[in-house]
């Protein structure tokens, strides 16, 4: 810990929040030779991510896996070249979840097409809705900048590529609702593929045919996680940026401007007031925070930040010894709306990444409530356990209790990019060039996902390094 700020020098940077979107601002801030500090209310970094070990299993208390979509996050993973490891081709396989013969009738796990061939035999998608899907190249493109993800996918593919690949597409990212969520801030490339090409499959031919420099091609798409579990990475980071600049269980913290520029942060470190002080200050925790630790702006300077809705999602681990899924080998299963409105997806972490569970075994990562079931996150442990193990049974054909039961509550899981957004990003805009130095950052902001963390991260190191 620093000392207070009667003897500490002005820091280049204060960050609040050592999740992964502060760790990786620290971490380029650092290669970039910037002094700063970074202060967090747990007792621990990595915020969501949060990989435990027991029995041979390693599991993850939040986010699984990321994807390599950007870039910053192919420089990241080159950065740590032993760390990061791609998943096994099983995770190429996802599944979707359809009655077949109904609502209410057998429920299986189909695979999502992934060729025009497999597209045409899929009985997730009507006849209708195939033969339509010719057309979608020639159909006019929207003129509603707002259009909800769901009007969009009717309008272009049809309802029944929005019931069973959009909508738990939607399920398994943002624990949300397409009928909510704002194509251009939910979406920004599926937007983009319409707007610049009028089709989304004109779009998509355009991207494959273009030639890719070095950095494009070292955009995979491929799923990712870090040996050991994704803490190996968010303390990898922790080891690099120095321990010594951090400040662990921190509380009530608030920040400050300061007459003439600059900023100072007032916290409680083990009973003792504490102050730090520095050029730049970056937030990355979420919105329902930021009044207490911005107390010199107005509860309607804010209102339009703090009116974000966050899904709120129960996680659990499942971990079998020596029962193996052959019939379930995938990514994972994800769940339309209309087959279960408390289930969300039931990832199988084991199949992508063999270290998971010991060997012969099996691990799932299991998804419920998100917007479609908010309340779900009070009901007791015993009720989840019910609900879950009758969902094991009925659709995975388990019959035995898991070896590795363990349920987490995230109620600020994820944050929904709806029709609100455009007012949010203005309002944050205008506090940054109001106050100079303040950067608002996190899942507020520029997507939600561990890609969009990192990409953040880097774009803010080099802005502030840059100035
Ligand atoms: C259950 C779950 C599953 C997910 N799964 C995936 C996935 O598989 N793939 C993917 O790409 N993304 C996933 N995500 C999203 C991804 O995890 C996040 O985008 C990313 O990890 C968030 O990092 P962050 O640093 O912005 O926020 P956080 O990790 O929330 O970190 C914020 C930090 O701020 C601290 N803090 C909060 N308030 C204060 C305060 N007042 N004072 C001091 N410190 C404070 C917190 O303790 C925390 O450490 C998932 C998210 C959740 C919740």
């Not at 990444?353 to 779900?376: H, V």
């Not at 009925?394 to 987490?408: A, S």
């Not at 994820?414 to 950067?439: F, K, M, N, V």
């Amino acid at each position: 810990m620093q000392t207070d700020s009667t003897t500490s020098p002005q820091l280049d940077v204060l960050i609040i929040g050592a999740g992964l979107t502060g760790l990786t601002t620290a971490y380029h801030l650092r290669q970039a030779g910037l002094s700063l500090h970074l202060i967090d209310q747990a007792d621990r970094t990595g915020g969501v991510i949060h990989t435990h070990h027991e029995g041979g299993f390693t599991y993850e208390a939040g986010p699984t896996t990321g994807i390599l979509s950007h870039p910053a996050v192919a420089r990241l993973s080159e950065a740590f070249p032993q760390l990061l490891y791609t998943a096994s081709q099983e995770a190429e396989r996802r599944l979707i979840l359809k009655s077949l013969g109904g609502k209410g009738q057998r429920q299986t796990f189909l695979p999502l097409p992934s060729s025009p061939l497999s597209g045409l035999r899929t009985p997730l998608f009507t006849l209708w809705d195939k033969l339509r899907i010719l057309g979608e190249p020639f159909r006019r493109k929207g003129t509603e900048p707002d259009e909800s993800v769901a009007e969009l996918v009717v309008r272009r593919l049809g309802r029944s590529f929005l019931d069973y690949a959009v909508d738990p597409f939607i399920s398994g990212i943002y624990a949300g609702d397409p009928h909510h969520l704002v194509t251009r801030y939910a979406l920004p490339k599926l937007y983009a593929l319409e707007q610049e090409h009028g089709s989304f499959i004109r779009g998509a031919l355009a991207k494959a045919r273009a030639p890719k420099d070095a950095e494009a091609r070292s955009v995979t798409k491929e799923i990712f996680s870090s040996r050991g579990g994704l803490t190996s990475l968010t303390e990898a980071l922790t080891e690099a940026i120095g321990r010594e600049h951090f400040t662990l269980s921190a509380t009530g913290a608030e920040l400050h401007p300061e007459e003439g520029g600059g900023w100072t942060v007032r916290f409680t470190e083990g009973g003792q007031p504490r102050e730090l002080s520095a050029r730049h200050v970056i937030t990355t925790i979420p919105a329902p925070s930021l009044p207490a630790l911005l107390p010199f702006l107005s509860t309607e300077d804010l209102a339009p930040i703090t009116s974000l809705r966050y899904a709120p999602i129960v996680q659990v681990a499942w971990g079998m010894r020596s029962v193996s899924l052959p019939h379930f080998y995938a990514f994972g299963g994800l769940v339309p709306s209309r087959e279960d409105d408390e289930l969300l997806g039931i990832l199988h972490p084991s199949a992508c990444f063999p270290d998971r569970a010991p060997r012969g075994g099996t691990l799932l990562s299991i998804f419920l409530g998100g917007m479609r079931s908010p309340q779900l996150i009070d009901r007791s442990d015993e009720e989840i356990r019910q609900l879950v193990t009758k969902r094991m049974n009925r659709l995975l054909g388990i019959d035995t209790p898991p070896d590795l039961f363990h349920i987490f509550r995230h109620p600020l899981a994820i944050p929904q990019y709806e029709a609100s957004t455009g007012a949010r990003y203005e309002r944050i805009t205008h506090l940054e060039s109001q106050y100079p130095g303040l950067h608002l950052a996190g899942g507020l902001r520029d997507g939600i996902g561990i890609p969009d963390r990192i990409k953040q991260g880097e774009a803010l190191a080099r802005l502030i390094a840059g100035e």
